[in-house]
């Protein structure tokens, strides 16, 4: 009988024994496995944000050159209305002196 209680708890002990190298094994493996996973994210996380940055910088670039343009079309649009109302204050003059009118208004 003694050398059955000696198996049985032989036995247990191995059973226990393995049990907790099998759980430090998956303890070591999950944590490097979840390493591996943050490290990913971490990299995975950055490569959006260099993303989002560089686009965010294209369409920047994009606004400037669009504001530019309007500039542009908003400084030759208040060039040709300043040179009509010069015509116009010009003519009521004429017209008030009794002056000739000369060329006539371009629309």
């Known amino acids: ?3 059955e209680e000696r198996r049985g708890s032989g ?3 191995g059973l ?3 049990a907790i190298l099998g759980a430090g ?3 070591l493996l999950t944590s490097k496995m979840n390493e591996e996973m ?3 994210l971490r990299e995975r996380g950055t490569e959006m944000g260099q993303r989002a940055r560089q686009r965010a910088e294209e369409m920047a670039s994009q606004a400037r050159a669009k504001a530019e343009e309007f500039r542009g ?3 030759e649009t208040v060039e040709d209305l300043r040179d009509k109302a010069e015509e116009i204050l010009r003519r009521g003059r004429d017209d008030i002196l009794g002056r ?3 060329s006539p208004l371009d629309d």
């Open 1 to 3: 009988m003694e050398s």
């Open 11 to 13: 036995f247990a002990a």
């Open 16 to 18: 226990v024994l393995g």
């Open 25 to 27: 094994v998956a303890v």
């Open 38 to 40: 943050r490290e990913r």
């Open 73 to 75: 079309r908003a400084r």
């Open 100 to 102: 000739e009118e000369t």
